[in-house]
Every structure is written in C-alpha cells, then in structure tokens.
C-alpha cells in the first residue's frame, strides 16, 4: 500500500465504510485506476453490488477497469478477510473520501504552513483579482482575502465548496467566492486575473493546466505553484517541467521542520511562455 500508512496517521479516529465510496464526484472516480490496490477493489466490488453500479453509472467509462480486476482476480468467501480488503482499499483511498465526508476533519489534520510573505507580499495584492485554483478548504484564500480586493476560489469537490461558503458567511468575508471548476478547466475568462496560486494541486493534468492558468491570467500577472515535500531527499517529480524553458518557472526553496517547501512563480508575458 503507498497511501494507506500515512493517511492513517494524518486522520486518525475517523471511520470508513464501503457506502462512502458513494459520495464519490465524477472527478475522484476517474482517479480511482491510479490510486486503487486491484485486489482489494475487486473484492469490495463484489461484496457492495451497489457501489459496483453507483462507479459505473456516475463514471461509465471506469466500466472497462472494473471489468478487467474482476476478470482477473478470483472472488474470495471469507468474512473475516472480505473485511480486511475492503479496509485496507478504503484507507488506501481515505484522502479522496475524507474530502467529502469528512471536510472539517481534513481542514483540521492538513497543515498549511506558508507565511503570506514567503509567497507574496501582502501589499502587492491590494486591489488585485486573485484565483486560489484548486482550493480544498480554503486555507490559502482566506490568508489571501485580508489583502485582496476579489478572490475565488477555484474547487471542484462540492463538499470543499460548501464548507469554505459556511467560512465566508460565518467570518462575514465579502470578496471570497467559491467557483466549482479543475484547474485545467478554470470557469473564468481570457485575462480575468492578476494572481493565480496553487498550494499542493497541479499536476493531474499539468500541460493543460499549465495552458489554462495562462489563459485566465492578464499580461503581467503572477502564477505561484506551492508544494510541501513529505521527503526532503524526493524531487518534486513536476520540477523539470515547471523550470524548463517552455515553461520558465523560478524555483524557491524553503525550509520547513524538516520538509522541504518549494515555491514556482513567474511573470506571464502573453505570447511568449
């Protein structure tokens, strides 16, 4: 298991059921082929009928991967083991069902331990439209609001969404707007913006993320890409990228308790990456 362990430790005390997996978004179901152990998948499938159908009609095309596990591992009849499979899936995948069962728990456990002057001034928002892309629960566009005159906040996991509308009613915040869209999908449009950020996002799709965080932004505007290294020794495996001179991002390297935070920003000149 590659997740299972630490998403254990991050939410630990919290439970989880086959049934979660229906409160499953589209969006999370088209990752599950990358995130599941195929084994146990197969046996939680076969042991929630329900869950099997609820995947497929949400998300027809996953219909040939759950097919071909099926196929190729054999059913098992021991409770006691059906149990221990379904578990170790359900921890495997707990990040994805804790966005949306449990948000205030995931706002909780996840740390977000940049200071506002370590990525941006506060004083160079003033006035400015900022687009927080890939939201979560808001922890980088509530820092933001302080300072800016509009940020939305870009989310797809509805759950996400509602939370942070919850937060801006009960802080009374009034230029922070929740805006359901994928970071290579952004619902705004040409030149809208003068920031974007994101904090541990990119990277499902990067080319095409990376296309579309220049479209919205105006000529001169600023694109900030956070990540926070679990491995201070592991690369950040979109580094290349990210400074490659089609792309032409400056890295910033920040220490942080051990773990290593890195910062890519650069200027958007339009017509020229």
Known sequence: MKYSKTLKELFAGITLNAED??????FQIKYLPDRVPQKEFS???RANPIIHRYLISKYPPIEIFINTILKENVPINNKNIIEEYCQELLWEIADLIAYN??????????EFTWELNEIIPGKSLKGKIVIDAGAGTGKLAFRVAKYARTIYAVEPASSFRSFIRDKVKKNKVKNLYTIDGF???IPLPDNSADVLMTSNAIGWNLEDELIEIERVLKPGAIAIHLIRNS??????PFHDILISPAWKYVCTKFQDTGRLKLKYSKTIKKGIK
Do not use: I, Q, R, W
């Open 183 to 185: 970071l290579d999908s």
């Open 21 to 26: 997996l229906l409160f499953l978004e589209t």
């Open 231 to 236: 491995d201070p020794n592991t690369e950040n």
């Open 43 to 45: 046996v939680l499938l």
């Open 101 to 110: 069962k449990y948000p205030e728990v995931y706002d909780a456990k996840v």
